[in-house]
């Protein structure tokens, strides 16, 4: 019969006396030890490059030189059974890659480990992926003059003059958040718990900017208005004359562009909307391309954590590793699109600067005049 396992025959105890906390312990420990045997036998490595992507997402050089990228910022233990870096990096690329339950992941042939271990082993990476030095080095907004420079020539492709970048928002779902008053704000327009994010990223869908600190329940407008990135695109406006393109959730500035969704076809304001949203597909794209990486962003998942701030750094952390694939040239998945429903801005709360505003006009008849000439 060898290891085959035969339901009816099968004794818990086997001929050993019927001590329910002998066996416990006993079974914990032949667990242990037959995690350990797993580990040393499996080499993760050996796998085709194509299995490893599908539970990775990336190849295994590009694995290996992002361990050795983040073993500076990963504590390090002196047990002589702690779980290797290399391990480490792929329980939480797995975590991120299904956002599927630890205990279940712990299982995996290639972790072999409890779930107390998963839980540790994504905090200790994606508290790496979050330090600002990894940060600065993969999420980089452009300051200086020749780094927006770069940027904007690199956004010529997008077909609209002078961008800077592409911003839009996206929520993440939430669940377990503690009962009180503050839970009740990141209810978000969709009906449940989830961040809102902010993103914006160029015509190669690098992501140069994120900020996921947001109750669901705020607007992408009022978390613009809050942004430290704000005022470095209105300095960078007044020096360079450039801006960002935005949906209509965000209001018009001198910096910030946004669609007219309600002009008459044939007009030169529906001719400029069209050109916008063809540039502004590329956010979406790359929103896309995001979730369908690392599935812990769907909103058909949940970052199952009572730490909103957390499950903030999760999705910095999927940022980097987003910008990581980009830079090594892994192929992009298709996006995933999931249905959304923007927000009109209500007139009450347009900008009392009018100064500000009349400018902003008179830029956006600028690129009317533009997507005018171009068609």
């Not at 339901?7 to 995690?35: C, G, M």
């Not at 044939?266 to 069209?274: A, C, K, L, M, V």
């Not at 999927?318 to 830079?327: E, S």
């Not at 699109?337 to 927000?343: A, G, L, P, Q, T």
């Amino acid at each position: 019969m060898g290891n085959t396992l035969v339901i009816a025959d099968f004794n818990y105890f086997e001929d050993r006396p019927h001590d329910a906390a002998t066996e416990h312990r006993l079974r914990v420990n032949h667990q242990i030890h037959e995690r350990f045997r797993i580990r040393d036998n499996n080499n993760p490595l050996d796998m085709s490059i194509t299995e490893f992507v599908k539970l990775y997402r990336i190849p295994q050089h590009d694995a290996v030189d992002l361990c050795n990228i983040l073993r500076h910022y990963v504590p390090q233990r002196s047990s002589p059974h702690q779980t290797p870096l290399f391990r480490k990096l792929l329980i939480a690329l797995s975590f991120y890659a299904c956002g599927s339950y630890q205990r279940m992941l712990g299982r995996s042939i290639d972790a072999a480990v409890c779930q107390t271990t998963v839980s540790r082993c994504v905090r200790e990476i994606t508290t790496a992926l979050n330090h600002p030095e990894v940060l600065s080095n993969f999420i980089k907004f452009p300051v200086t003059q020749q780094e927006r420079l770069e940027v904007i020539q690199r956004n010529d492709q997008l077909g609209m003059p002078r961008v800077l970048g592409v911003m839009d928002g996206f929520l993440v779902r939430l669940s377990n958040l503690p009962r009180d008053n503050e839970r009740q704000s990141f209810y978000g327009r969709k009906g449940f718990l989830a961040l809102n994010n902010q993103i914006i990223c160029d015509a190669d869908l690098n992501i140069l900017n994120v900020d996921a600190r947001w109750p669901g329940s705020l607007t992408d407008n009022l978390i613009w208005e809050a942004s430290a990135a704000r005022n470095v695109v209105e300095q960078a406006y007044w020096e360079d004359r450039c801006w960002l393109l935005g949906d209509n959730g965000y209001f018009t500035a001198p910096w910030l562009h946004v669609p007219l969704p309600h002009a008459e076809p044939g007009t030169p304001e529906f001719i400029y909307t069209q050109l916008h949203c063809r540039c502004r597909n590329v956010v979406e794209r790359c929103i896309g391309i995001l979730k369908a990486r690392w599935r812990l962003l769907c909103c058909d998942r949940c970052i199952n954590y009572r730490d909103a701030t957390y499950a903030g750094m999760m999705v910095n952390a999927c940022c980097v590793l987003h910008n990581f694939c980009n830079r090594r040239r892994v192929p992009n998945p298709d996006p995933l699109i999931e249905d959304d429903v923007y927000v009109l801005p209500e007139v009450e709360d347009l900008p009392m600067d009018m100064n500000v505003f009349e400018r902003g006009r008179q830029e956006l008849q600028y690129l009317i005049n533009y997507a005018n000439q171009r068609h």
